[in-house]
């Protein structure tokens, strides 16, 4: 049975960055991300892995209506940077994973941060 899109409530980007390597690029992205998806809200950096990630990344939340110009925004100009693209439905694990798209390299994850609670987005 097919999964009804009206369970998403809206979609989570992770944009994520080798500190001193690659943030220049994260910090250009977020930047232009700011300015123009003013609906988009932007997370806070985090330097160190945190939840789930096992890079430093930052998160942007949009709501559904976003979806279909945000999300190929962030494929034109995504600057190399690899980005988790996922729904929010309530499941997390199946959200991070089988209902996730990757722009760039598909990183790995500590899906044991779901079962501890420690899935801090």
């Known amino acids: 049975m097919p999964i009804d899109i009206a369970v998403i409530k809206d979609f989570h980007a992770h ?3 080798e500190p001193g390597v690659t943030e220049a690029a994260a910090v250009r992205l977020r930047a232009q ?4 998806f003013p609906t988009a809200l932007l997370g806070r950096w985090h ?7 096992t890079r430093a990344m930052f998160q942007i939340a949009f709501p559904v209506d976003l979806f279909p110009t ?3 925004w962030l494929m034109l100009n995504r600057d190399g940077l690899d980005i988790l693209l996922h729904p929010e439905t ?9 209902h996730a798209a990757w722009l760039g390299e598909k990183l790995s994850l500590r899906m ?10």
């Not at 991300?33 to 123009?36: N, P, Q, R």
């Not at 044991?112 to 987005?121: H, L, N, P, Q, V």
């Open 90 to 98: 309530g499941d997390d694990p199946a959200d991070h994973t089988v």
């Open 33 to 36: 991300v700011e300015a123009l």
């Open 15 to 17: 944009i994520y960055y």
């Open 70 to 72: 945000l999300a190929p």
């Open 112 to 121: 044991e941060a779901f079962a501890t609670g420690d899935d801090d987005d």
């Open 47 to 53: 330097a160190e892995p945190i939840g789930p990630h």
